[in-house]
């Protein structure tokens, strides 16, 4: 394939339409680029029901997009948020965040995953450039100068057929089938799998359901407050969503129930006994909310976290997301990362001096520069901020404890770190638009070397 002069008449493939595939596409349209197909399994967007924190720095890269003020007006503006004791409902502490919009430029809001990704989609629809390919799979995935795949529709009467393409970008998720060519490619078996015995269960109480006894729950649906209640190796944080119209809930708990049954996402559907009996030393409030769900609805994810790879980039492929960083979610960053990811794809494939394909490797080099360490220091994070909510008792347990007794007092870090004012700082105050623009030059350069 003889490659295009002008990086924006660059044919360019995207694996998967979730959070980093539809932002990929939406940044890339915006920036210029004229051929992006995106390639997804699934017959639609197919998201499931289930809140999601839209951090401000997941927030400024949305509205640069021009999709923010949509996917806001549908979410919750979050003013503060309480640690509990799981068992009693006792407050350990209340972190106040009414000066999250004044400090980041954004507020710090919940919504419905469906709203964040409609609203990308929704974006994605206003450029002819995209096109999409819903319901086929990727497969076969060539990882070279002049990547190529098979794209297999599931309407068997359509046969598949080969797909090459300038750029590749591999935004298919935690079992990402662009990540094990590319390992496999570069001589490497599969990437070390990290054991989190951890799973999750995701509830949704509607506002219509609600029983009038249950005021207390009322209260923390037309709340701005996320709510996490914790116990040893389990905890539960909670916020209300969709213009207050949902309460949503979120596990974590051991694994023991999920077993090793899998599917495509990790997801199993789970007894309501099982989940019942895992909280059942919570306290009444909360027996009362799990109590709503209904039987035969209950689905539990498996949290997954993998090794640092040694590289997202090969050749003109490179990988986003969840493909490369998958993150647990006590720091509500997943999401987040894949969409920065995205949005800094634009911005050093758009500087290119030219389309050829040193060009793009370099391009996804310095992609890789600006991403990898921030979303590694992330994950870590995220890992770190989960052992210490889900602390049994002994030593680190009471010294946990401490920091959140002098908390009541106004001093000090915060044990959950989603809630602790320097870690916001370093991810809220990251503009990763800004840092790929001003440095592009400076790790495109250096990716020649
Ligand atoms: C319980 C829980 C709570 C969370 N809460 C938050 C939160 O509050 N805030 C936050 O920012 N993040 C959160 N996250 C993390 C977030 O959900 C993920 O990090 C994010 O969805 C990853 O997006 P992605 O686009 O990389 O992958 P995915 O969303 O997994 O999308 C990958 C897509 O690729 C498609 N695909 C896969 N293989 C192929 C193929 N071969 N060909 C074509 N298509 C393919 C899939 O069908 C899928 O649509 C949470 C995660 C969990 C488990």
């Avoid at 920036?31 to 927030?59: C, R, T, W």
């Avoid at 497969?139 to 750029?167: E, G, L, Q």
């Avoid at 921030?374 to 010294?399: I, N, Q």
Wanted: charged share 20%; proline share 4%; hydrophobic share 40%.
């Amino acid at each position: 394939m003889s490659q295009p002069h002008s990086p924006y008449d660059l044919k360019i493939a995207i694996l998967g339409a979730g959070m980093g595939g539809l932002t990929t596409a939406l940044a890339l349209a915006r920036a210029g680029f004229k051929h992006i197909d995106v390639y997804e399994s699934a017959s639609d967007l197919g998201f499931v029901g289930a809140g999601i924190q839209l951090a401000p720095n997941m927030a400024r890269v949305l509205d640069r997009l021009d999709v923010w003020d949509g996917i806001a007006a549908e979410a919750v503006d979050i003013k503060e948020t309480s640690v509990r004791v799981g068992s009693t409902n006792d407050e350990l502490a209340h972190v106040d965040l009414h000066d999250i919009a004044s400090k980041y430029a954004y507020p710090h809001m919940v919504g419905h995953r469906a709203s964040l990704a409609n609203g990308l989609y929704k974006g994605c629809l206003l450029h002819e450039s995209i096109r999409f390919h819903f319901a086929t799979t990727a497969s076969d995935i060539n990882i070279s100068s002049t990547p190529s795949f098979t794209a297999t529709p599931r309407d068997s009467s359509i046969p598949a057929y080969k797909v090459t393409a300038d750029v590749v970008i591999g935004a298919d998720g935690i079992k990402s089938a662009t990540r094990s060519a590319m390992l496999s490619a570069l001589g490497i078996s599969e990437i070390g799998v990290q054991d989190t015995q951890q799973a999750a269960y995701r509830i949704m109480i509607h506002a219509d359901q609600l029983r009038s006894e249950d005021s207390d729950i009322k209260a923390l649906l037309e709340s701005n407050k996320v709510v996490r209640w914790i116990g040893e190796k389990r905890h539960i944080i909670a916020y209300p969503v969709s213009n207050n119209k949902i309460y949503n809930l979120s596990t974590t708990q051991p694994d023991t129930n999920f077993a090793a049954a899998t599917n495509a996402t990790y997801t199993t559907r789970g007894s309501k006994e099982a989940m019942m009996r895992v909280f059942g030393d919570f306290c009444p409030l909360v027996q009362r909310m799990l109590g709503y769900v209904s039987e035969g609805e209950v689905c539990e994810w498996k949290l997954r976290c993998h090794d640092r790879l040694p590289t997202w980039v090969s050749g003109s492929v490179a990988l986003v997301g969840d493909a490369c960083h998958p993150t647990l979610p006590h720091l509500a960053q997943g999401a987040a990362q894949a969409i920065e990811d995205g949005a800094v794809l634009a911005v050093v494939l758009g500087r290119m001096p030219d389309g050829s394909a040193g060009s793009v490797h370099r391009a996804l080099k310095a992609y890789e520069m600006v991403r990898k360490e921030r979303a590694y220091a992330l994950v870590d994070m995220a890992a770190a901020s989960g052992r210490a909510l889900h602390l049994g008792d002994g030593a680190a347990k009471e010294e946990r404890d401490k920091q959140f007794a002098a908390l009541k007092q106004g001093r000090g870090p915060v044990p959950d770190k989603w809630a602790d004012a320097d870690v916001q700082k370093e991810i809220y105050g990251f503009d990763c638009v800004q840092e790929a623009e001003e440095r592009f030059g400076e790790y495109f350069e250096k990716a020649s070397l």
